[in-house]
């Protein structure tokens, strides 16, 4: 099967009126969601974080992990979602980005992603190829 890089390189993530932008890294994940292409979904919220649901299914990976910087994607194995982390979230720790549980980073933002403060739960989200 062919790498993400040799399908693809990056992604747009459509969030009401926020557009973000992203490069995917060589992952189990980021393969996964590149299979399921386009998608739409319904944003929630979680303190400076959004995420959504996805058609994804993937492992935890063996570097996953809770704390991220702002401008990684994060994938929730067992919710099926994919978390944008923002900023502080109700777990974190000072200004830490701590999701609620260990993520699979399978991309990493072009774009400013403290525009995400805007989004409001229910916002349509629409992910696709570019």
């Known amino acids: 099967m062919p790498t993400t890089e040799t399908l693809m390189k990056h992604i747009r993530i459509t969030i009401g009126k926020v557009i973000i932008e992203a490069e995917l ?11 399921n292409l386009p998608f739409a979904s319904k944003a929630q919220t979680w303190g400076d974080e959004v995420y959504f649901e996805t058609p994804v299914q993937a492992e935890l990976e063996s ?16 919710g099926g979602c994919i978390a944008i982390g923002f900023g502080p979230t109700p777990m974190s720790q000072g200004k830490e ?3 609620a549980t260990k993520t699979n980073i399978w991309a990493r933002t072009l774009n ?4 995400l403060k805007s989004v409001k739960p229910d916002d349509f989200i629409f992910i696709e190829a570019i």
Do not use: H, M, Y
């Open 63 to 78: 570097d996953a992990k809770n704390i991220i910087d702002a401008g990684e994607l994060a994938f929730w194995c067992e």
């Open 25 to 35: 890294l060589t992952t189990p994940t980021a393969q996964a969601i590149v299979n």
């Open 97 to 99: 980005i701590r999701l």
């Open 112 to 115: 400013d992603v403290s525009q």
